[in-house]
């Protein structure tokens, strides 16, 4: 059973960190969807839709590379699922207490998919 958890918290950081990469790839599509951005606005979005993406790569990879390596049963591990969960919690309520409809569709995914992952660790981290 403890191998079928793994595997699957592996794969959930692999599809989060490719949606992670995916949103970063996609920022030049999202910033023409803002009518007559001015520079500095323009900037910004970016910097702040690449970011979003390399966080949401990061807490994929992260998660998946530990739990490939060492497995969901050391005490380290824990930390680090604990830690990731949070933020992916936290990450995602954010989109949903802002008004999950008025979010552009990747970043509705996106936040599904980070709800879905950190519930997932926290249900690793207990069962483990």
């Known amino acids: 059973?403890?191998?079928v958890l793994k595997y699957i918290g592996i794969g959930l950081g692999a599809a989060l960190a490719?949606?992670?990469?995916?949103?970063?790839?996609?920022?030049g599509g999202a910033v023409s969807m803002i009518k007559h951005p001015d520079d500095s606005e323009a900037r910004l979005f970016v910097m702040s839709w690449v970011a979003q993406g390399g966080f949401m790569s990061f807490l994929g990879v992260i998660p998946a590379t530990l739990l490939l390596i060492y497995g969901p049963s050391t005490a380290a591990v824990h930390t680090v699922l604990s830690l990731s969960a949070l933020a992916?919690?936290?990450?995602?309520?954010?989109?949903?207490l802002t008004g999950f409809k008025t979010h552009l569709r990747p970043i509705q995914i996106g936040a599904s998919l980070e709800l879905i992952y950190g519930i997932y660790l926290v249900i690793l981290i207990v069962l483990s």
Not at 21 to 26: E, P, R, S, T
Not at 88 to 96: A, T, Y
């Open 88 to 96: 992916l919690i936290l990450l995602s309520s954010h989109v949903f």
């Open 18 to 27: 490719g949606w992670g990469m995916f949103h970063q790839l996609i920022v």
């Open 1 to 3: 059973m403890e191998l």
